[in-house]
C-alpha cells in the first residue's frame, strides 16, 4: 500500500483529517486537484464549536488576534449568541483562505503528503484496499490504500465514483458573491431583505468589501465559470438602486439553494466528509465549521481502527453521530432560506419569529443549533449533563500548576480526568495508558457553574466530547474506555 489513508481534497475538512490522522501517528497522503491554494475568501470566520476545537488543537494561536463576537442571525434576524453558557463566541472576518492555510501548514508540520496538481479519476473498493487512479504532473497512475476519504467538495468526485446516493431538492435560485474594493456601501451585516431579493454587505480586511445579491426568481445555472461582475452589478442596481459597477472585484461566485445529503458516510473502505456529504444554502456559514467537526469526530476513530486498536464497529459511529448532525444543519439552512429569500408573503412568520426570539429559551435553542454547541452523542445512558457533550473549556489546577481540558486535548488522545484523587480509578485505567491520558486535578476556582460540584471524574474523547462521567453514567469505567478506544 502507499499508505494506510488516502484523503482527496485539500480544503479545511481534509486538512483538519490529515492533521488528526498524522496526530495518531498515522501516514496519510492528501491528494488535491488544484496546484496551489486559490487565495479566494469563501466562507468568513467560525463558529464557537470550530473555535473551540482549533483550541483544543493548539491550532487557534495561529491565527493571531482575531475579532470575537456574540451578534449573529438566524434567517436575518439578529441573534446574541451571548444568551449560551461558556464559550459563546464566533470568530468572524476570517477568510476561508486563511483558514485553509493555517490548516495545511499545521497537517504538513505534522508530517501529512500533500500532493497538489493530482486529480482523482477513478474509485475501485475491493474490500481489502481501495485503488484510486489519479492523474498527476508524471502522469496517470494508482495509488492503494486501506482507507479512502473523500473530502472533494459538493462536486465530489469520491462520491459519485464510488455509488453513494445524494438525494435531496435541486437548487430553486442564484444568488452572487463578490469580494471587491474601491467603493463604500452601508453595512448590512446580516442581510437586508428588499422588495425584489436580498442584499448583504460586511467588511473583510485590507478594505475589501464582501458583498451578497440573492434576486428572487433568478433561475439556477450550471456555470463552468464564475460569473461576470458586471452581472452582479446589474442585479445589485435592480435591488438597491445603488451603482457598483466602478468597483475593482477580487473574487466573484455564484451559488445556489441546493440541500442535499448522502444516506451513508460510509460504504465498505470509503468515507465521506464535508461538503462531499452535504450541501446547503450557506447560511450562518455553517458548512465549513460542519466538515472541520466531521473529520474531528472521524480522524482519531479511523486512526484506531488503522493502528488495530479499535474495531470497525467504532467506525460505524461516525456516521451514527454526524448524520443526524448533517440532517440538522439541512433542516435549519432550508428554514433560514425561508426566512431569508421570501418574498413579502412570509413576514407575518418573520414577524412571529422574531417575537419568540425575545423570550431566552428560544434564542438560546436557536443560538445553540447553528453554533454547533448543541450537538450531543450517544455514549451510553446516564444523569450527568455533560454525557455525550463537548466538554467545556474548564481551568483545572494540577501537580503541574494551572492548565485547561483545552490544552490536555492537545496530543489528540483520551484525557480521563481524576478531579478526586482517587487512586482506584487511576488503577482501572491503567491498562489503557497507551492511548488515555490520566490527569489529576482540580476544577479552579474560576470555572464556575460549568460542572456539577459533585463530579468526581470525566472521560473525554480526543474530539472534545465527554463519553463517561462519575457520578452520573450507568455504564463503568472499563465498559467505556474498551468502546471508545478499545480492549485493553
Known amino acids: 500500500m502507499d ?245 475593482e472585484p477580487v473574487w466573484v461566485s455564484a451559488f445556489g439553494d441546493a440541500a442535499r445529503q448522502v444516506t451513508e458516510y460510509r460504504r465498505g473502505r470509503v468515507l465521506l466528509a464535508g461538503d462531499a456529504a452535504h450541501i446547503h444554502l450557506p447560511a450562518g456559514g455553517q458548512g465549513m465549521n460542519t466538515g472541520i467537526q466531521d473529520a474531528v469526530n472521524l480522524g482519531w476513530k479511523l486512526a484506531s481502527v488503522v493502528r488495530g486498536r479499535a474495531p470497525l464497529a467504532l467506525l460505524d459511529t461516525y456516521h451514527g453521530e454526524r448524520h443526524p448532525v448533517g440532517r440538522r444543519l439541512l433542516m435549519n439552512t432550508r428554514a433560514q432560506g425561508l426566512l431569508f429569500l421570501s418574498g413579502a408573503e412570509v413576514q407575518p412568520l418573520r414577524d412571529s419569529l422574531r417575537e419568540l426570539m425575545a423570550y431566552e429559551d428560544v434564542a438560546r435553542h436557536l443560538a445553540a443549533m447553528v453554533t454547533g454547541l448543541e450537538i450531543t452523542y450517544d455514549v451510553g445512558k446516564g444523569g450527568h449533563p455533560l454525557l455525550g457533550r463537548r466538554m467545556p473549556g474548564l481551568e483545572l489546577d494540577g501537580p503541574g500548576g494551572r492548565t485547561s481540558a483545552a490544552v490536555l486535548l492537545r496530543p489528540a488522545r483520551g484525557v480521563l480526568l481524576d478531579l478526586a484523587d482517587n487512586p482506584r480509578l487511576r488503577q482501572r485505567a491503567a491498562a489503557w495508558g497507551d492511548r488515555v491520558d490520566t490527569v489529576t486535578a482540580r476544577p479552579a476556582a474560576a470555572a464556575g457553574g460549568e460542572l456539577p460540584d459533585d463530579t468526581t471524574a470525566l472521560l473525554i474523547r480526543p474530539d472534545g466530547y465527554v463519553a463517561w462521567a462519575a457520578p452520573g453514567s450507568h455504564h463503568d469505567l472499563p465498559m467505556a474506555l474498551e468502546r471508545w478506544f478499545g480492549p485493553a
Request: charged content about 25%; some cysteine; hydrophobic content about 40%.
Open 3 to 247: 499508505a494506510p489513508v488516502i484523503v482527496v481534497g485539500a480544503g479545511p475538512a481534509g486538512m483538519m483529517l490529515a492533521g488528526e490522522l498524522r496526530l495518531a501517528g498515522v501516514a496519510v497522503i492528501v491528494l488535491e486537484r488544484l496546484e496551489r491554494r486559490t487565495g479566494e475568501s469563501r466562507g468568513l470566520g467560525f463558529t464557537a464549536r470550530t473555535l473551540e476545537t482549533f483550541d483544543q488543537r493548539g491550532i487557534l494561536a495561529r491565527f493571531g488576534d482575531i475579532e470575537r463576537s456574540t451578534l449573529g442571525h438566524f434567517g436575518g434576524l439578529p441573534l446574541d449568541f451571548g444568551v449560551l453558557d461558556g464559550a459563546c463566541q464566533a470568530a468572524k472576518t476570517v477568510p476561508q483562505s486563511v483558514t485553509e492555510t493555517h490548516l495545511e501548514e499545521w497537517a504538513t508540520g505534522l508530517g501529512a503528503d500533500v500532493r497538489r496538481g493530482h486529480e482523482v479519476l477513478s474509485v475501485h473498493d475491493d474490500g481489502e484496499t481501495v485503488a484510486v487512479e489519479v492523474r498527476g504532473p508524471g502522469g496517470t497512475h494508482t495509488l492503494r490504500a486501506a482507507w479512502l476519504v473523500g473530502c472533494d467538495g459538493g462536486r465530489s468526485t469520491v462520491r459519485k465514483a464510488a455509488g453513494f446516493d445524494f438525494p435531496g431538492t435541486a437548487a430553486t435560485m442564484e444568488m452572487f458573491l463578490a469580494d471587491i474594493k474601491g467603493i463604500e456601501l452601508k453595512p448590512r451585516m446580516i442581510g437586508e431583505t428588499l422588495p425584489g431579493g436580498m442584499v448583504m454587505v460586511g467588511p473583510l480586511p485590507g478594505g475589501t468589501t464582501r458583498i451578497v445579491v440573492c434576486e428572487r426568481g433568478t433561475p439556477p445555472r450550471r456555470r463552468e465559470a464564475p460569473p461576470s461582475f458586471e452581472e452582479v452589478a446589474a442585479a445589485w442596481q435592480r435591488l438597491t438602486g445603488e451603482d457598483i459597477s466602478a468597483a
